[in-house]
């Protein structure tokens, strides 16, 4: 990563068109959200409460009640409906409104249009053209409240038929879904956000949520495609070549490796797949801690002498680098931790790059190289190349990198960043200061449920350290080195 790469039409096209694809849901619920609920112990009991006032109902009263006495038959199925009648301050409220009850315009429909009008239900198609006007349809929306009226959650239902055989199927499955996300969310002291997984470089101890899908593409050559397996499970795919053109120009492989140039043009590249699990929930006193491993092949390094220093223990003045013309294999083992106060989230963590292979490697390793940082002892090492007069090792001996993170969560669409990989000594440290921004839709067009959709934008610089070189030709004090970066991912909730 030596410079800022610009985005492509293609690139950008391509993405767009995937987001869009991917972006379907399917079933009757087209949307549904619940915040973190740890700081509301009235979270514990929902009722089902009347519309609410200040909503725009339409359809008629017992459609209304139905989709009510649906819901809170499925509250009490799942062990959430309050038992003291709606005393308050001891619940949530769940309010209703039924936007659209569209009678249909014949009787009964025929078993071919009863399968297509289930078809374009479950695609997200309800009510579309003529025969979809015809079949009937109704679309509910129903909103989570807190005591002080803050709104917590949200869920949407659509379906094609005749509302008043619809409504109670409605309600119940509105309450079923609402009741999941609520069990779920009781502890969680943050709302959940696209993209909170990760900061810049570092993870934080989040996962993505079961079934959530993200596609993202750091500095056009770091790409990944990332899934939620269960709501502590995640898995990720990471590809990508990164050229470093140069001494001490930086670059980024797998889950945050950072790999430096020692000497001469390098080209890395890399796979990763890893696995992710968060091991213990956020609690108001308890940090959330997730660990995770990775297989990490690197290969197609370098030009002639030229190496790749791997950060890690010694890496700053001296430290272990890959030769030119190898693939080598990695076992990354991370664990991190992290907490939230209020907007602010702080982490901590640390990697472990292990070389006990068991893909085929190529790889030789030497002993010495540097990149553009200090030796500890005040003078520069310079870019110290993988030359033939270092030590050449069988195996790269196993290194630890901790780092360290915070964000600080602005709005609903912003928040700022902050993460560094933390080495002895402290100049040698590489931190990063980014921004982010959330972009997205508020309602489902057609069956594409945009509404679904966050696109996550970053935009954030690099520092390196360099200290003071008095004897060169061009003696200078100790400076930070700024780099670019940029990334964007899709993620479909």
Not at 9 to 35: E, F, I, N, T
Not at 75 to 89: C, E, H, M, N, T
Not at 174 to 182: E, Y
Not at 315 to 329: K, L
Request: charged share 20%.
């Amino acid at each position: 990563m030596s410079k800022m790469q610009g985005a492509t039409w293609p690139a950008a096209s391509a993405l767009a068109l995937v987001s869009m694809v991917a972006g379907c849901a399917v079933g009757s619920v087209r949307q549904a959200r619940v915040a973190g609920l740890a700081r509301y112990p009235e979270a514990a009991a929902i009722i089902v409460g009347a519309p609410d006032g200040n909503a725009s109902v339409t359809g008629d009263a017992p459609v209304s009640a139905q989709v009510a006495t649906g819901a809170q038959r499925a509250l009490a199925a799942a062990g959430v409906a309050s038992d003291r009648g709606g005393a308050p301050g001891d619940h949530l409220t769940l309010r209703f409104v039924v936007i659209e009850a569209i009678a249909p315009a014949a009787p009964g429909l025929e078993a071919t249009d009863r399968a297509l009008s289930r078809a374009r239900s479950w695609i997200g198609l309800a009510g579309a053209g003529d025969a979809g006007t015809a079949a009937g349809r109704l679309a509910v929306e129903g909103r989570l409240y807190t005591t002080d009226r803050r709104e917590v959650g949200y869920v949407r239902w659509e379906r094609e038929g005749a509302p008043e055989t619809l409504a109670a199927e409605a309600g119940e499955e509105s309450g079923n879904t609402l009741a999941r996300l609520v069990a779920e969310r009781r502890r969680d002291t943050a709302d959940r956000r696209a993209g909170d997984e990760r900061l810049l470089l570092t993870p934080t101890p989040l996962t993505l949520e079961a079934g959530e899908f993200v596609v993202s593409d750091d500095e056009l050559l770091l790409a990944r495609i990332g899934a939620g397996l269960s709501r502590r499970v995640q898995i990720d795919f990471w590809a990508g070549g990164l050229p470093i053109p140069g001494a001490g120009a930086v670059g980024a492989a797998g889950p945050g490796i950072i790999g430096v140039g020692a000497a001469g043009a390098v080209v890395l590249g890399f796979f990763d797949l890893g696995l992710k699990v968060r091991v213990l929930d956020e609690t108001r006193v308890l940090p959330a801690i997730a660990v995770a491993y990775d297989l990490l092949d690197v290969f197609g390094l370098g030009a002639g002498g030229a190496g790749v220093v791997l950060f890690g223990n010694g890496a700053g003045g001296g430290g272990f680098g890959v030769v030119a013309g190898a693939n080598a294999q990695f076992n990354v083992l991370t664990a991190v931790a992290g907490k939230h106060f209020g907007p602010v989230q702080v982490t901590a963590g640390t990697y472990v790059l292990d070389n006990h292979h068991y893909l085929p490697q190529s790889a030789a390793f030497q002993a010495g190289c540097g990149g553009a940082a200090t030796d500890g002892a005040g003078a520069s090492a310079g870019a110290i190349p993988c030359g033939s007069s270092y030590a050449r090792l069988g195996r790269l001996p196993t290194q630890v990198q901790p780092f360290a993170g915070a964000e600080v969560v602005l709005g609903r669409r912003s928040a700022i960043m902050v993460d560094a990989l933390v080495r002895e000594p402290i100049e040698s440290s590489i931190a990063t200061t980014g921004v982010r921004w959330l972009l997205g839709w508020s309602r489902p067009r057609g069956f594409l449920a945009l509404d679904r959709v966050r696109v996550r934008l970053d935009l954030a610089v690099v520092w390196l350290f360099e200290g003071a070189d008095r004897a060169s030709s061009m003696p200078h004090g100790a400076r930070a080195l700024p780099l670019p970066w940029a990334g964007v991912g899709f993620y479909f909730l």
